[in-house]
């Protein structure tokens, strides 16, 4: 296969890869989004003489990630990935959210060149800095011929960007691709691939509002043990226009908490039900009175109940 262009850009926008702790032995209390990803990337010699061109986008925590984030990265990475010289994208983030951006990414962008992202379990000073070998293994993966669509790398694995998903809180290895599984492996600057590249049709920027005051709010509730309505009521008071619930096992919902969805989907408020358990997705015996998200988990649900609404608004 012939070989992509070499021009890689890296969009900053903060997490635990560009954090700083005032003791290298503090793993846990340290500040996000502290440098820059110039510097993260002039930190390691073996891409000194590689063509990168480096655009600071945010310096967030990703715990805060937004809309207006979201919006400026993903018309960043479009206009980028149009310029014939620009092989791949890499995107330096949070480990909190990176699986809501890279679903994001991948739904509106679903690009045919590789869009990377990365992040870190440990800070930038940490004695176990895992930041600079995952930006280098992202430099692997956005350099090989013939990748394509959001992924995100950590701990030398990649996966698929409608596939992550975080399952430890401290480990160094935190996500995970559910029942898909790992997208491939970075070893010593290879590429082992076990599956297909993300692809799909992309629902493009043009139907994203420039005035994310203008994105859909939808929220998430979940179904429990002595669950009531009252959230549900709230949020439809509020003026939601989606809700999302996280249900128990195979899609069951508690009758109260059912009961008040159901009148706030026939008040017009849109409902996705998805499952709250760590594995698999909704099987529906009969069809179902409240629609099911498959195999999404709630915050991809989410992203996809929104640009739903949007698609909807724009038809
Ligand atoms: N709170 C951090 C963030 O998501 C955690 C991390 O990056 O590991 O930005």
Known sequence: MQSPPSLVVVLGTGGTIAGTAAHAGDNVGYSAAQIGAAQLLAAIPALARQPIEVEQIAQVDSKDMGFAVWRALAAAAERHLARPEVGAIVVTHGTDTAEETAYFLQRVLAP????????????????????????????????????????VVLAGQVHGGLDLRKVHTYRLDAFGSGDA????QVEEG???????????????????PRDVAQWPVVEIVTSHSESRGVLVRALRDAGVHGIVVAATGNGSLHHALEAALVDAQAAGVAVLRCTRTLGGGLIDAVPPVLPSAGALTPVQARIELMLQLLAKRAA
């Open 190 to 208: 290879r590429l082992r691939r076990h599956r297909d590249w993300p692809a799909g049709v992309a629902m493009g920027l043009a139907r994203l």
């Open 181 to 184: 599984g790992v997208l491939a």
């Open 112 to 151: 045919s060149k590789p869009v990377v992202l990365v992040a870190a379990m440990r800070p930038s000073t940490s004695l176990q800095a895992d930041g600079p070998q995952n930006l280098l293994d992202a430099m692997t993966v956005a350099r090989e011929p013939g990748a394509r669509g959001v992924v």
